[in-house]
């Protein structure tokens, strides 16, 4: 299981590479992760990436609907058809496809957003512009997580 966290900038070239920062690389290493899932939110300006054992068990969520059902079909094919698989390269960089990149108008200067079991490729300034929007969310709102279940007596 991959965890990431943190927010961190980078660049994309020319030829649409990127390089993904160093922690979430190490992230990705330490679980022995080989091929990471790209694709464009369907709720946010960005792009979305996961390891490839968390966009199956994405996948196996939507196996479990009926066959042929409407709501089937929507995640089909607005979900799995619109990803795209990728490796790094021999110098531990991705090649992000041209469609992608267009449809979340990316720039050169890039955010990369650690959500947990997947991070996020932004536009640097609509980056800062969410998280900052997020935070005063939590504050104004008070949200709160649920309480996490107390560990058995004794245990450390």
């Known amino acids: 299981m991959t965890t990431f966290v943190g927010t961190h900038f980078g660049k994309l070239d020319r030829k ?3 390089s993904v920062p160093a922690p979430f690389r190490a992230e990705l290493e330490t679980a022995g992760v080989t091929q990471i899932a790209f694709r464009l939110s369907h709720q946010l300006p960005c792009i979305e ?5 968390e966009f199956e068990r994405i996948v ?4 479990r609907l009926d066959s042929y059902s ?6 089909e094919a607005g979900f799995i058809s619109v990803t795209e698989m990728l490796r790094f390269d021999s110098e531990g960089r991705l090649v ?7 449809a979340a108008a990316l720039p050169e200067a890039i ?6 079991d997947r991070f996020e490729i932004w536009e640097a300034t609509a980056a ?4 900052a929007e997020a935070l005063a969310q939590v504050r104004d709102k008070r949200l709160r997580l649920p309480a ?5 007596r004794g245990t450390p």
């Not at 955010?111 to 947990?116: Q, R, T, V």
């Open 16 to 18: 649409g590479r990127i």
């Open 49 to 53: 990436a996961r390891s490839r054992a």
């Open 60 to 63: 196996d969520s939507i196996r």
């Open 70 to 75: 409407e709501e089937r079909e929507a995640w």
């Open 96 to 102: 992000l496809p041209e469609a992608m990149i267009a």
């Open 111 to 116: 955010a990369f957003l650690g959500k947990s």
């Open 128 to 131: 800062k512009a969410h998280v």
């Open 148 to 152: 996490l279940p107390l560990p058995p």
